[in-house]
Structure formats: C-alpha cells, structure tokens
C-alpha cells in the first residue's frame, strides 16, 4: 500500500527530493491528471481507428495505442505495477526536467495524425498533444511580477518610468513611450522625407 500511495505523489514519490522548479504542486497534479485522461483517451481512439479498412489508419491505431499506453506508464505507474521495469521507468522520466517529459509527448503524438487523418487519430493524439502543451507551459516557470518587468524592461541603469494616468479623453499617456520621438535628429528626418 505504501508504494502504491508513493507513486500517486508527483515525482514518482519522491517527496519533496526533487529541487523546487518553481512549478506549484496543483499544476504538478493537474498535469498528472491530464497524462492519465490523454493516455486513457490515446488508447479508445486508437482501438476505433484500428476498425478500419485502411491498412495506415490500423498501424496508426497501434501507434495511438502504444503512445497511450507509454503515457499511462510514465503518468500512473501504479496502474501497472505488475510489470517489473515500470517503477525504474517512470522514476527515470520523473527525475528529467519537464521540457523533456513535454518533448516526449510531443514526439510521440504526431506520427498517428500523419499516418491516418481522421477524427479518432485526431482526438487521440491530440489529448496526448495538449499534454504536451501543458507540460511545455509547466517548463516555462511562473511569471513576473509586474515590478520585476518594468525593472527588466528598463535596464539596469535607467530608471524605472511612472505612468500617470491620462485625465481627458484625447490627453496622452505620459510613460514609457513618451520620450520616444524627443531624439530625433533633424538629418534623420529630412533623410526619411526624402525616401517616401
């Protein structure tokens, strides 16, 4: 039972031994939620598109079953516990940086769309794509503060401009942009009349 509930944890079970990614642990548990339902969703389309009379929609099929099923392993593991390498597997995927957990289910989501285009290859395989969108935003960190970029935006030298609100309906913002047109050497612009 105790390893059962460790591989429902984010990480494989590790409890906190992965360094803080900055990731919040809702999204780490959202995007194992979204593997499960992909996988889940990747290997129902996969057995309808292998009904098929095509023999590139069938090999599609397999392929959206094998990708499903590849998905499960690495986001459920305990779904497959009686398989021997199934713990060494998702702990070694779990312990990569998400860009590549996002790579992998990118790679492995677009050949069934190629091999067979139709609406069940599609939607298998486009769970497994969204999955991947995911864990690509998941890669990316949080977000800055407003104050953080308006501090990056500004450079390191120059001060961080104040925006004051406009008080007419025609007035113009005094801010960032303000200044943008007081540098303007005179032989620049009379060089740009000249090319119009």
Do not use: H
């Not at 935006?153 to 942009?177: F, S």
Request: glycine residues 12%; aromatic residues 10%; contains cysteine.
């Amino acid at each position: 039972m105790q390893n059962f509930m460790s591989n429902m944890m984010p990480g494989g079970g590790q409890n906190g031994a992965q360094p803080d990614d900055g990731v919040p642990w809702w999204m780490k548990y959202a995007g194992k939620v979204a593997g499960i339902v992909a996988g889940i969703a990747a290997i129902l389309f996969g057995v309808m598109c292998c009904i098929s009379l095509s023999p590139m929609c069938i090999v599609a099929g397999v392929w959206q079953c094998i990708a499903g099923f590849i998905v499960i392993l690495i986001e459920a593991p305990f779904c497959c516990m009686f398989l021997d390498f199934v713990q060494q597997f998702s702990g070694m995927v779990e312990g990569r940086p998400v860009w590549q957990k996002a790579a992998l289910y990118l790679i492995i989501s677009i050949p069934a769309i190629f091999l067979c285009f139709t609406p069940t290859a599609i939607a298998g395989s486009g769970a497994i794509f969204l999955t991947a969108v995911f864990y690509g935003m998941m890669s990316m960190g949080r977000k800055a503060s407003r104050e953080e970029m308006m501090t990056n935006a500004a450079g390191a030298g120059a001060p961080t401009p104040t925006i004051k609100p406009a008080t007419g309906p025609m007035e113009p913002q005094a801010g960032m942009k303000a200044g943008l047109t007081g540098n303007i050497v005179g032989q620049d612009v009379e060089a740009a009349k000249g090319v119009y």
